[in-house]
């Protein structure tokens, strides 16, 4: 079946460090791909398209064709990144609904 | 931004009654509503969609008994538990979608149990 998988349910970097959370599909062509933050007693909110190549919050995050990845990457880390990271496969169905992986919890420590 | 707000924030029943649950936009017509259901340290679930004034389309799973959904409203969408049991306690959320939109914004969630 087609989906995104987020292998690390956890992940732990020290602040300052360089960060990267996987993500992996197994959509084809050029899926567009989400990745929505959700911070401690927070609501879940976009952090990050494909399609619109930004940079939020010093994260970035690249689709790679030849690896069918779509990991997002901050080259370094802060304790207020400390959350959990969705990656979200393209909308689907006649109503564009969004759907998600498992989820990575990062937490960075100081 | 555009803000969504669910109410109650949490709420706990009795086993058997009903819950309902409210989700609004407040500063934009949401043409479609989605609600999803979080277990503890696990994903978000969709659970149906909506699209204002018609039914809602619930995913493989879900029992639409069960969980009613009401989007009367360009500015609500409701969901009503109806005999909740134990297994229902969890965590819901909303998120809607204006007409011309792209992103989903996500309300803060309700906290739902049930003894």
């Known amino acids: 079946a087609q989906r995104v998988t987020q292998p690390e349910k956890l992940l732990s970097v020290f602040k300052g460090a360089p960060v990267e959370l996987k993500c992996n599909y197994s959509y084809s062509g050029s899926p567009e791909l989400f990745w929505y933050v959700q911070y401690s007693r927070q609501r879940l909110q976009l952090l990050l398209r494909h399609i619109s190549r930004e940079s939020i919050k010093g994260f970035t995050a690249d689709l790679n064709k030849g690896e069918t990845s779509f990991h997002l990457k901050k080259p370094f880390a802060q304790e207020e990144d400390s959350a959990m990271y969705y990656c979200a496969p393209p909308w689907s169905g006649s109503a564009r609904q969004l759907t998600f992986g498992s989820g990575t919890q990062l937490t960075v420590l100081p | 931004g555009a803000v969504v707000s669910q109410h109650p924030s949490w709420v706990i029943c009795k086993s058997g009654t009903s819950v309902k649950i409210e989700c609004r936009s407040l500063?934009?017509?949401?043409?479609?509503m989605f609600w999803y259901r979080q277990f503890p340290k696990q994903s978000l679930m969709l659970m149906a969609t909506?699209?204002?004034?018609?039914?809602?389309?619930?995913e493989q799973g879900v029992e639409k008994d069960k969980f009613l959904i009401n989007h009367a409203s360009l500015t609500l969408s409701t969901l009503t538990v109806t005999s909740a049991h134990p297994e229902d306690s969890s965590f819901y959320i909303c998120?809607?979608?204006?007409?011309?939109?792209?992103?989903?914004?996500f309300g803060p969630g309700t906290r739902l149990l049930v003894l």
């Open positions: 500063d934009f017509q949401a043409t479609t």
């Open positions: 909506s699209n204002e004034g018609s039914k809602a389309t619930y």
């Open positions: 998120s809607a979608r204006g007409p011309a939109g792209v992103t989903q914004y």
